[in-house]
Structures are given as C-alpha cells and as structure tokens.
C-alpha cells in the first residue's frame, strides 16, 4: 500500500520501544513466514514455533538496516524479510536436530531402568520447580503465557486459542518474560544442575555402602 509505514521506519521505531511497531511488523510478515516454516517442517510439524521464535529474536535484537537500503522502503523491505525467512529456516532446522536427538535419548533411556532413572524424575521436577517459582514472580499477563509454554509445554498456536491473544502477542509475552527470567534463573539452575550431579554420585555410594554391609550380614 502506497501509505504504508516503511518497515526500517517500524524497526526504528521498535528498536525505541515502540510495541505497536512490533505488532505491525509481526501482522505484516507472519503470514509468509508460517507458510516457510509450514513447508520445512510439515503441517503437523511446530512450524508456528520456528515462525514465534524468529519474531522473539526479532524482538530481542533486531536487524540493522544497511546504510544503501536505508530510506528505500523496497530495499528495506526485503532486507527485512531476508533476515526473517533466514532465521525461521534456521529455527526450522534446530527444531529438526532437537527432535532427533529426542528421539536419540528417549531410545537410550528406554534401556535404563533403576535409580539412574529415578534421580533424573527429581532432578527434572526440582528443576521445573525453580522456574514456576520464578514465574509466579512475573506480571499476570506473562505469568499466564509463560506457564502455558514452559509448565504446560503448549505451542504458541494453543496459547493463543486458549487465552484469546494474537500469536504475535502471545510471541512477544513470552519474549518479555524470558528476559525477565534469565538473570534470576541461571543462577538458581546453575545450583540446581550442582545439586544434582552430586546425587548422580550418591547411587555408587549406596552401592559401596551395601556390598560392606552385606559382608557382615545386615543387607536390608
């Protein structure tokens, strides 16, 4: 449209805070975007993921109009959707790897059984106990989206639907609180991911512990 907002003018603008820049610029892309990540990953694949996560880097660090497009709203057009259709493939691409290796690890756990398997259940639930912690320290309207993505584990698509937001809202929510989060978090995790390789070693202490007193006859 001939009176449409330049998109370097929208990432200036967004780049100073200006949200509403941010939503016009999610409305104005995500379409094409879903259709990318759509035909990577399949229509039953969590390409609706690849596209939020790429408005998330968005968000967070958005793109520098070079100094020969700035001005050309063409230009920076298509400098803008370059760097989106890239990170979306990008993002497309590790959501493949991190399926696989999924897939790779539950294989292997299904062949242990035993108290390895027991100490990874608590480790994983005192770890999921640090982040709802923290995010019950959040603004209500991240809180609701966050606990949906990382308790709920819901894609952005069920989030929207259940909280009645836009995809790019519940999108840019979530970026909002995981900012908020990382500081407080990655000490916390640091500490919990401690805790739990010196319980990992606890299993070979029970096992010494048992063979002494089984030589002298008190197993239990």
């Known amino acids: 449209m001939m009176n449409e907002t ?3 003018q929208l990432l200036r603008r967004h780049r100073k805070g200006d949200t509403a820049a941010f939503t016009e610029l999610v409305k104005r892309h995500e379409g094409c975007l879903l259709q990318h990540a759509r035909a990577v990953l399949g229509a039953g ?3 609706e993921d690849a596209v939020q996560e790429a408005f998330m880097k968005l968000a967070q660090n958005p793109p520098v109009v070079p100094p020969e497009a700035d001005g050309d709203a063409g230009l920076e057009r298509a400098h803008l959707l370059s ?3 890239t990170v979306t493939r990008n993002n497309c691409m590790d959501l493949i790897r991190s399926e696989t290796r999924r897939n790779r690890r539950e294989h292997q756990a299904a062949r242990h ?3 390895d398997g027991e100490m990874s259940r608590i480790d994983e639930h005192d770890t999921r106990a640090i982040v709802k912690r923290e995010v019950e320290k959040l603004p209500a ?3 609701e989206v966050l606990v949906l993505r990382l308790l ?3 894609s952005y698509k069920e989030i929207a639907e259940i909280t009645g937001k836009k995809i790019g ?3 840019w929510l979530v970026s909002v609180g995981l900012q908020a989060l990382g500081a407080q978090l990655q000490p916390l995790l640091a500490m919990s ?4 390789r010196t319980s990992r070693s606890a299993p070979s202490a029970r096992m010494d512990s048992a063979r002494t007193s089984g030589a002298q006859g008190e197993l239990s």
């Not at 991911?193 to 739990?196: E, H, K, L, T, V």
């Open 6 to 8: 330049p998109d370097g």
């Open 45 to 47: 694949g969590p390409y």
């Open 83 to 85: 760097w989106l259709h």
């Open 113 to 115: 059984e035993g108290t």
């Open 141 to 143: 309207d991240q809180r």
């Open 152 to 154: 709920g584990e819901r």
């Open 169 to 171: 809202t519940v999108g």
């Open 193 to 196: 991911d401690g805790s739990a």
